[in-house]
Every structure is written in C-alpha cells, then in structure tokens.
C-alpha cells in the first residue's frame, strides 16, 4: 500500500521506536560483517517483496508473534493468536440459517462451527460478534488468492440470548505461503517448508470487552507441530468429529456426512 495516507509516529515514540531500531542493524551489520554484497541483497530482496505485495505476509510471517505476544499475552480468557495478513472489514453479516458465504460447488467437508461467547468469569454475552475468516478446502482466501465472490468464507454473525452461535461453513486447509514469491523463496533458501496448518480466524467482540483476534487449529492437522509461523498455541487446538448416523443428519438437514467442532470463547475486560 502507498499513497502516505498512514500517520506516522511522532515525537518521543518516533525517536524511540525508529532511532533503537536503527541501532541495532547498525550493531547487527557490525558483529556479523555484513559484506556489500549481501547489503545489496537485502536491499533487492525487501524491492522484490514490496513489488509483490508480500509486506504484510513476510512482516507477519516472522514479526506478528511477538506483536501479539507484547498486546495480548498477559490477558485473561481466551488466548489471542495471529491476525495474519488475509483479513478484510465488514465482511457480510449473516442470518438463521447461519452459514458463511460460500461457492454453488464449493470444495471441501462441510463444518458445523457452534460454541458460546462468555466474559472472562464466566458470564454469557449475548449479542457478541463473531467476524469469521479461512482458507477454504485448498488452503486459498477470497480476494487474495481468488478474486469472487469477494467474501467468499469471510462473515460476521452474533451470538443469541444464551450466548450461543452456531455457522456452516467447510473444513479449510492448510495454506503453503506461495512458492513463487520471495517470501516463498526465502523460506525454500532456508530449507523451511511453507505451511502453516489449517486454521480458522476469528475476531470475538462486545461492548464492554476487549476485542479478542484469535485461529482456531485442528489436531491432528500434519504441520500442527511445525507451523512456519510459529502461532500454535496449545488451547487453540481443537478436536473435529465427523458424524454421518441418518438421525444426525437428519437434524441438521444434511445430505452428506460433516464435521462438528464446538468451541467456547472468553473475552477479557476492556483494559483499563
Ligand atoms: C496466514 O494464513 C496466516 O493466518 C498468517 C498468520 C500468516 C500467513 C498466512
Ligand atoms: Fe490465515
């Protein structure tokens, strides 16, 4: 993105924040000789990621952790996890019956997604949103690696009196950073694979609380152990059950077997 229209930091922020960073990749370029040669290596590289609009992707790839860990690691409730660089605001807001937009055929398991929205002791929230966003059966997102339907995946729901949501919406994969681009390139270079395991993103939200950004994960998932990111946190992984008995479907009005996964969020007081 360019165009300047982001503030930049002012004052003694600025000075701390740009004048500290620049001195230690001065240290840095020092202790480790960094030669002219690679000086312009990394000059070309940073163009090549910026010419391919990967800033976001790279930057979250090997930053957001620590972003998120500095923001949201001493809150209670529900543990925060990455926001990554595929979200979009104001995706649709959806009604009964509960299901995220999504394709005539589109690929993959269905998934029965419910669970309740709480405050951190234990109170229940009626009226908490839900934006929900994933990759679908082939690891890809709407709008960054399929333009239509624009908000394919991507919705936002409330929860009802007791708390409670429930949405359909289909198993996502795992997404392999693209092996094309140069933070593909820099991670095959590095002899690392380019996987972060299935997810589903999730920001939680209600007056009064803080806004919890968070993924869900799925056990059993093959790169759950070895996300290239680094985002999996323990209470976040998740167990999906497959159910395919005629009364299930039947409940549900399904015609083909589906995976449930219920899962309970809780919110931390707004900070003071
Ligand atoms: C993703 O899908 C993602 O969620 C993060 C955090 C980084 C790269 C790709
Ligand atoms: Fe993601």
Known sequence: MSGGKTPILTGA???????????ELRAFILSHDVSYDEYHQALGFLAEVGAAGELPLLLDVFLETMVDEV????????ASCLEGPFYVPAAPLIRRPYALPQRENEPGEILLFSGAV???????????????????ATGAYSQFNYPEPRYN??????TNEEGRF??????????EIPKAGPTGKLLAALGRHAFRPAHL???VSHEGFGQLTTQ???AGDPWIDSDVVGAVKPSLVTRLTRHDSPADLEAHGLKRP????????SLAPLAA
């Open 201 to 203: 993103h999730v920001k």
């Open 258 to 265: 589906y995976f449930a996964l219920d899962y309970d969020f």
């Open 216 to 218: 869900l994960y799925i």
């Open 153 to 158: 995946l991507r919705g936002r729901l409330q």
């Open 71 to 78: 923001n949201n690691g001493r809150k209670p409730g529900t």
């Open 166 to 175: 429930h949405v359909r919406t289909v198993v996502p994969a795992g997404y």
């Open 118 to 136: 709480r405050s951190a002791d234990g109170r229940p929230l009626a009226g908490a949103m839900l934006d929900l966003w994933q990759a679908d």
């Open 13 to 23: 922020r600025l000075e701390t924040v740009f004048c500290e960073l620049v001195k």
